[in-house]
């Protein structure tokens, strides 16, 4: 009777640990906290750390937790540079939206276009690939007005990007030049754009 108890017990333990777990994974994950290994690059609540041409930013504001950007003024970067690193970006476009995130100050960009004609040719400016170097392995953007997501790892100055879970480059080797880091940024094309859970994993040189 004292083990047919234990296994009871056992087997209730077990139980009562998978649906916590359960209700764990179902609960959504918190905007802009980083998960482990990771920092933000924006607190969802300000734009510290953030210039607007080298100036404190105009067009691009934050707005219920999201960096938000009217479509006019300049590109925003960072005031701290990066050499290699991991950076994690969700972002979404209106219809005809354009922009890219630079990685070291400057092209290449990881290109947004919504503009780019899901039945036409994949080229440099189709959103995955780097701009203006490479067209993505393939087409990963969800639908207009939806959150994407980007995974882009620069080690050893090469350059691997995840669109939504997608490989759309893979360790492409960058001539960078003299160009060991750089700020990173998001380039205006003159349409509205909306980013949050921007995070950034630095990596050994």
Do not use: C
């Amino acid at each position: 009777m004292y083990r047919i108890r234990l296994v009871s017990f056992a087997l209730m333990a077990a139980s009562l640990l998978f649906i916590a777990q359960e209700n764990r994974a179902a609960e959504p994950k918190l905007d802009n906290v980083p998960p482990k290994g990771f920092v933000n690059l924006f607190n969802g609540k300000d734009l510290t750390g953030w210039t607007e041409g080298g100036k404190v930013p105009e067009h691009w504001t934050v707005k219920e937790g999201m960096l938000v950007f009217d479509g006019k003024g300049r590109d925003l970067f960072t005031a701290e540079k990066f050499s290699n690193y991991v950076l994690l970006i969700d972002w979404r476009v209106e219809k005809n939206g354009n922009s890219g995130v630079y990685l070291r100050g400057g092209n290449p960009q990881v290109e947004i276009n919504d503009a780019d004609s899901p039945k036409g040719k994949i080229w440099v400016g189709t959103t995955g690939g780097l701009y203006p170097d490479l067209p993505p392995t393939k087409r990963a953007a969800k639908a207009t007005g939806e959150w994407n997501h980007f995974e882009i790892t620069v080690a050893n100055g090469s350059i691997t990007v995840l669109t939504n879970g997608e490989k759309t480059v893979a360790g492409f080797k960058k001539n960078w030049g003299d160009r060991s880091s750089g700020s990173i940024g998001f380039q205006n094309h003159g349409t509205p754009l909306w980013f949050k859970n921007i995070y950034v994993k630095k990596l050994e040189d």
